[in-house]
Nanobody, 124 residues
Framework: QVQLVESGGGLVQAGGSLRLSCTAS????????VGWFRQAPGKEREFVTS????????VYAGSVKGRFTFSTDTNKSTVYLEMNSLKPEDTAVYYC?????????????????WGQGTQVTVSS
């Protein structure tokens, strides 16, 4: 079982930046594809970005492309979501998740393990 812990959320003004972190307790994430998702109140959980197991491919949702950046440390023990030019519509609980799949990384059901989430609130 993989236990994921997100951190780095908070309250920021529109146009500001935050960096979220996701760490797997006691293990590296190098054997997993990793995704970031978010869920706003009253809405379904939606895809933000993902990285393949190999670490060679990163994709982004259109709504965050050019503003958010997915990165990892050297050992892929921690992954990061750098969020710039934040907008009020980015307000949500952000989750990281892991999958052993090589496909369908935009889909919620592809992922096996999820963190508890971290709240990001962007004020206008």
């Amino acid at each position: 079982q993989v236990q994921l812990v997100e951190s780095g959320g908070g309250l920021v003004q529109a146009g500001g930046s935050l960096r979220l972190s996701c760490t797997a307790s006691g293990r590296s994430l190098s054997n997993y594809a990793v995704g970031w998702f978010r869920q706003a109140p009253g809405k379904e959980r939606e895809f933000v970005t993902s990285i393949t197991r190999s670490g060679t491919d990163i994709v982004y949702a259109g709504s965050v492309k050019g503003r958010f950046t997915f990165s990892t440390d050297t050992n892929k023990s921690t992954v990061y979501l750098e969020m710039n030019s934040l907008k009020p519509e980015d307000t949500a609980v952000y989750y990281c998740a892991t999958s052993r799949s090589a496909y369908g990384l935009r889909g919620v059901t592809t992922y096996d393990y999820w963190g508890q989430g971290t709240q990001v609130t962007v004020s206008s």
